[in-house]
C-alpha cells in the first residue's frame, strides 16, 4: 500500500493541522491589509499646482527682466525697503553676531539677491536659489558684475532646496511660495536648512474673493491665512511681521524655527 511519509519521517499537513495553517494564512494577510506591511513606501507628496512653473522652461532673460524688474511691479517698486524691513528682523538676526547666511528662494533674475549681497557685505553670504538654471548663470554674471563675491548660486528641485541643514539663519521667499508645487516638501527641506532660531519671510500676493485682480484669483493658489497654516504645520512658529503698509496687493509674513 502507498504511505504518504517522506524521507526525514515527517508527514505532510493532515486533516487535522491544515485549519491551523489557513488561519494563520488569514491573519497574516489581515495584518499586512491593514498596515500595508512593514515596507510601504513613504506617500510622495503630489503637485498642488502642476504646470505653474512652466512658463520658466528655456526662460527668455530680457522679457522676465522686463516683468520682474519693472517699477509697475508693487515688490520692484518697494525693494529696498523690504530689503531693510528683512534685515531688521526682531532680533536683527544674525547680523548682530557679524555674519549672516541668507538664501534668496526662488531667486528669479536676482535683483533682491545683489540687494541683500550688497547691504550684508562681507559680513554675510547670499544663496541665489532657483529650480531654473538660466536664472541662476543670469545671476551669476550679475555678481560678477557688481563685484558681488558673496553671493553664491544653487541649483534646487522643485520639492528641496538642497541647502545643508542648519546652514542659513533667513530664508526669503517673495513672489514664489504660490510657485512651489510641492509646499510641504519645500517647507521641510526649508526648515531643515535653517539654524535653530533663523528666520523664514513670506512675501506674496493677497487673494481675495471679489476683491484681488483676476489673473491673480487664477495664478495664485491660496490666501494668506492658508499659507500660515501651511507653515505652522510645517514646524514654524509665527514672528512679528512689519507693517509694510507701503504694500498693498502683497502681505509680509515672518515665522522662526524654534
Ligand atoms: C514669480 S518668480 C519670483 C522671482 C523673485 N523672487 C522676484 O520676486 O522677482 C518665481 C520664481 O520661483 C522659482 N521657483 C518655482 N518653484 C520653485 C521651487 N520649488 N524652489 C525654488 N524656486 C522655485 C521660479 O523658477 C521663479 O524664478
Same mark, same amino acid.
Given at each position: 500500500?502507498h504511505?504518504?511519509?517522506? =524521507?526525514?519521517?515527517?508527514?505532510?499537513?493532515?486533516?487535522?493541522?491544515?485549519p491551523?495553517?489557513i488561519?494563520?494564512? *488569514?491573519? *497574516?494577510?489581515?495584518?499586512?491589509?491593514?498596515?500595508?506591511? $512593514?515596507?510601504?513606501?513613504?506617500?510622495?507628496?503630489?503637485? $498642488? =499646482?502642476?504646470?505653474?512653473?512652466?512658463?520658466?522652461?528655456?526662460?527668455?532673460?530680457?522679457?522676465?527682466?522686463?516683468?520682474? @524688474?519693472s +517699477?509697475?511691479?508693487?515688490? %520692484? +517698486?518697494?525693494?529696498?525697503?523690504?530689503?531693510?524691513?528683512?534685515?531688521?528682523?526682531?532680533?536683527?538676526?544674525a547680523?548682530?553676531?557679524?555674519?549672516?547666511?541668507?538664501?534668496? #528662494?526662488?531667486?528669479?533674475?536676482?535683483?533682491?539677491?545683489?540687494?541683500?549681497g550688497?547691504?550684508?557685505?562681507? =559680513?554675510?553670504?547670499?544663496?541665489?536659489?532657483? #529650480? &531654473?538654471?538660466?536664472?541662476?548663470?543670469?545671476?551669476? !554674471?550679475?555678481? @560678477?558684475? @557688481?563685484?558681488?563675491?558673496?553671493?553664491?548660486?544653487v541649483?534646487?528641485?522643485? /520639492?528641496?532646496?538642497?541647502?545643508?541643514?542648519?546652514s542659513?539663519?533667513?530664508?526669503?521667499?517673495?513672489?514664489? %511660495?504660490?510657485?512651489?508645487?510641492?509646499? /510641504?516638501?519645500?517647507?521641510?527641506?526649508?526648515?531643515?536648512?535653517?539654524?535653530?532660531?533663523?528666520?523664514?519671510? #513670506?512675501?506674496?500676493?493677497?487673494?481675495?474673493?471679489?476683491?484681488s485682480?483676476?489673473? #491673480?484669483?487664477? =495664478?495664485?493658489?491660496?490666501?494668506?491665512?492658508?499659507?500660515? !497654516?501651511? &507653515?505652522?504645520?510645517?514646524?514654524? +512658529?509665527?514672528?512679528?511681521?512689519?507693517?509694510?503698509?507701503?504694500? @498693498? +496687493?502683497?502681505?509680509? *509674513?515672518?515665522?522662526?524655527?524654534?
Amino acid at each position: 500500500m502507498h504511505t504518504s511519509m517522506n =524521507h526525514s519521517g515527517e508527514s505532510p499537513p493532515t486533516a487535522t493541522n491544515r485549519p491551523l495553517a489557513i488561519l494563520i494564512v *488569514l491573519l *497574516l494577510a489581515g495584518w499586512l491589509l491593514r498596515t500595508g506591511g $512593514v515596507c510601504r513606501p513613504v506617500e510622495a507628496e503630489r503637485s $498642488v =499646482h502642476p504646470g505653474i512653473n512652466r512658463e520658466y522652461q528655456n526662460p527668455d532673460i530680457p522679457r522676465w527682466m522686463g516683468r520682474f @524688474e519693472s +517699477e509697475s511691479r508693487e515688490i %520692484y +517698486e518697494h525693494r529696498d525697503r523690504i530689503v531693510a524691513d528683512v534685515l531688521a528682523g526682531p532680533r536683527g538676526l544674525a547680523l548682530a553676531r557679524g555674519e549672516i547666511a541668507i538664501a534668496d #528662494i526662488g531667486a528669479g533674475t536676482g535683483f533682491f539677491s545683489m540687494l541683500f549681497g550688497t547691504a550684508v557685505g562681507s =559680513h554675510g553670504r547670499v544663496y541665489s536659489v532657483d #529650480i &531654473v538654471p538660466e536664472f541662476l548663470e543670469l545671476i551669476r !554674471e550679475r555678481s @560678477e558684475k @557688481e563685484g558681488l563675491n558673496n553671493i553664491a548660486t544653487v541649483l534646487c528641485s522643485e /520639492r528641496d532646496v538642497r541647502l545643508p541643514p542648519e546652514s542659513i539663519d533667513l530664508a526669503f521667499v517673495c513672489d514664489t %511660495y504660490h510657485h512651489f508645487e510641492y509646499p /510641504r516638501s519645500t517647507l521641510a527641506s526649508i526648515f531643515r536648512a535653517l539654524r535653530s532660531g533663523g528666520e523664514l519671510v #513670506i512675501i506674496d500676493f493677497h487673494r481675495i474673493e471679489g476683491v484681488s485682480r483676476p489673473w #491673480i484669483i487664477e =495664478h495664485v493658489r491660496c490666501d494668506q491665512q492658508t499659507v500660515i !497654516e501651511e &507653515v505652522i504645520a510645517a514646524g514654524f +512658529e509665527p514672528d512679528e511681521s512689519p507693517d509694510a503698509d507701503y504694500l @498693498e +496687493e502683497n502681505y509680509f *509674513l515672518r515665522f522662526r524655527k524654534p
